[in-house]
């Protein structure tokens, strides 16, 4: 099966419609939540992942928005664009932004926001910071988001570990490892100093992950987020991929 792996599109209908477009070939597509939170089409974004009928995990800003979780330890900008954000939410899709699970399992790999030992809050960027996850990885691979930007960590056959992070067309033989922890990068706010959208392929088949970068129309985000009064710096961030 050939899957379509997207995580952290914060509200950002732009990146999603061009990633959308470039993943036409894939069999099933798969989120690893925040949908939203940040960009300024909430409701569209949300709408489109449920019109897909794509499996979606929560993150963290799905659960503030809905009022599932504290904001106070979001930044000022963030904290702002969740109460911009459930202003701007219909009632329908608040309400499905609810009803996402924490981890879902699929084929020979499962997904989660954050980290398998805390589902929606703990980032997972270093070795050490995934050993919970390998530990609680019941399937030979897992996909995680919440960091925005792309890496593998891997635990090899000979017990040590490997790790790094992922450009664009960077592939990963995931047979190669014993399991294997693959953050995709965000769609809508990457992080890793590259503006452009970040989003993978999996193979299950030939067990095969590849990332991928496609560049999207910023200017027009950061027009329609000016309009809608968000926050500064997350205009200006888009455009560094910070
Ligand atoms: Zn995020």
Redesign the pocket.
């Known amino acids: 099966m050939l899957y379509g792996i997207i995580s ?1 599109i ?1 509200s950002n209908l732009e990146a999603l419609d061009v990633v959308l477009n470039k993943l036409y070939r894939a069999e099933q597509l798969i989120c690893l939540g ?1 949908i939203v ?1 940040y960009g300024p089409n909430p409701n569209e974004c949300v709408e489109k992942i449920k019109e897909l009928n794509i499996p979606t995990v929560a ?3 799905d659960k503030a928005v809905t009022g599932e979780m504290e904001v106070t330890w979001f930044n000022r900008s963030a904290r702002e664009a969740v109460f911009w954000t459930q202003k701007e939410l219909s009632e329908k899709n608040l309400e499905y932004l609810k009803t996402l699970p924490e981890v879902l399992e699929e084929d020979d790999f499962q997904i989660v926001h954050g980290s398998l030992r805390s589902p929606i809050e703990e980032y997972v960027t270093s070795i050490s910071e995934a050993l919970p996850t390998f530990e609680k990885m019941t399937k030979p691979l897992c996909f995680i ?2 960091s ?1 930007v792309p890496l593998f960590i891997a635990l090899k056959k000979d017990g040590n570990y490997d790790g790094r992070m992922l450009g664009d067309g960077e592939e990963i033989l995931v047979e190669d490892y014993e399991k294997v922890i693959i953050n995709v990068g ?1 769609v809508g ?1 990457p992080r890793d100093g590259d503006p452009r959208a970040s989003y993978g392929i999996y193979d299950s088949k030939t067990k095969i992950f590849t990332l991928h970068r496609v560049e999207y129309n910023i200017e027009q985000v950061q027009e329609k987020m000016k309009v809608a009064g968000l926050p500064q710096p997350l205009i200006d961030r888009l455009h560094f991929g910070r």
Request: no cysteine.
């Open positions: 952290d914060h925040d939170g993150g963290n800003h988001g919440h925005h965000g706010q």
